[in-house]
């Protein structure tokens, strides 16, 4: 199976899955490690700062830096419990996952809400818009006015994309609801929003409440960062698939919309093994401590093309789909085309 593959067999669906079915199950003792190894550094973190920052405000920096590191870990457990695959129990799922988005900023079931429907969209051109980066086709940026193709250039800059837009989306547009929000997914922001208040308080109160704010700001900077950098770069690379609707493949769009983004063992500890976004893709269900043996126990999974972490920097480059070639394009590429 390649990269390039436009179909998957019948047989060959029904192999991955029942191959994907033996790491659907969650482990209770490897959840409960997870969350020590991940919480442990972090409250460790927090007790550092809180030592440094009579000496110097400097010395708190990487720290919090640092905490933004594993705030991305914290992120992957939030993730899994809100496809309820971190553990067993949906109750545990819940509790863990509200508690996991007070660190993370994230109210739990509007997310889970609003990423089931990327899940379900994922590379379909004409399902875009919920869950996703923006991502206009050439010929829909050709027919924008000026001002959205300057929106949209302002958008698709590393500087925004990477800095601004994770702030603005995890301190502010997650502290409201959707309109098309039902009742359970618009409680959970007021909750979240609640919760977060307390929690300014009660460290605002311990740290004051200006060293508190300046940890906060670094450690969403590298979490948010880091977070909308991997989003971007597992459906954001050469040769990923995109189709209209009617040409759509769930499983395409999964072994071929997503990538495979090898990356080095640290990064690959902290971002919680969602590099193994394919597999992610075809089975929300598999807890991310059993998404690397899965990608190992078959070769058809194997056979996906890995995009390592020097060449993921190529997808800076990538800004419009390009439907007649097939691929994603730069705003360069615009110069050799021409409005029909």
Not at 16 to 23: A, H
Not at 202 to 223: E, M, S
Not at 300 to 316: C, E, R, W
Request: hydrophobic letters at 45%.
């Amino acid at each position: 199976m390649s990269n390039d593959a436009k179909f998957i067999a019948p047989a060959a669906s029904a192999a991955w899955q029942e191959v994907v079915r033996k790491y659907q199950k969650p482990s209770t003792g490897r959840a409960l490690w997870q969350i020590a190894d991940t919480l442990g550094p972090i409250a460790a973190l927090w007790y550092l700062m809180y030592w440094c920052w009579p000496v110097s405000g400097w010395l708190v920096v990487p720290l919090a830096a640092l905490l933004g590191a594993f705030l991305v870990r914290v992120f992957i457990i939030f993730h899994d419990c809100g496809h309820g695959s971190f553990f067993r129990s949906p109750v545990a799922n819940h509790i863990v996952g509200f508690l996991a988005g007070i660190l993370t900023f994230t109210p739990y079931y509007h997310w889970r809400w609003e990423h089931s429907l990327h899940h379900a969209a994922a590379g379909d051109l004409d399902r875009r818009g919920t869950g996703d980066v923006w991502t206009l086709t050439v010929q829909e940026y050709l027919e924008s006015s000026r001002w959205k193709k300057f929106a949209y250039r302002l958008a698709r800059n590393p500087l925004v994309l990477f800095g601004l837009a994770p702030l603005y989306l995890f301190v502010l547009r997650q502290r409201f609801p959707s309109a098309k929000a039902h009742p359970r997914e618009r409680d959970s922001v007021y909750a979240m929003n609640a919760a977060l208040l307390g929690q300014a308080v009660v460290l605002g109160w311990i740290f004051g409440l200006g060293p508190y704010l300046l940890i906060q700001l670094i450690a969403l900077l590298v979490a948010g960062g880091a977070g909308v950098w991997l989003f971007y770069v597992q459906h954001q690379f050469e040769g990923v698939y995109w189709e209209r609707g009617g040409d759509w493949s769930f499983v395409a769009a999964a072994l071929r919309g997503s990538s495979f983004y090898k990356l080095p063992r640290v990064l690959q500890w902290f971002s919680g093994n969602i590099g193994f976004h394919h597999i992610h893709h075809l089975s929300p269900r598999i807890p991310n401590y059993n998404l690397e043996k899965c990608h190992r126990a078959d070769p058809l999974f194997q056979g996906v093309k890995p995009v390592t972490f020097g060449a993921s920097f190529k997808s800076l480059a990538f800004r419009l789909w390009d439907e007649k070639g097939g691929k994603l394009v730069g705003f360069r590429s615009l110069k050799n085309l021409r409005k029909p």
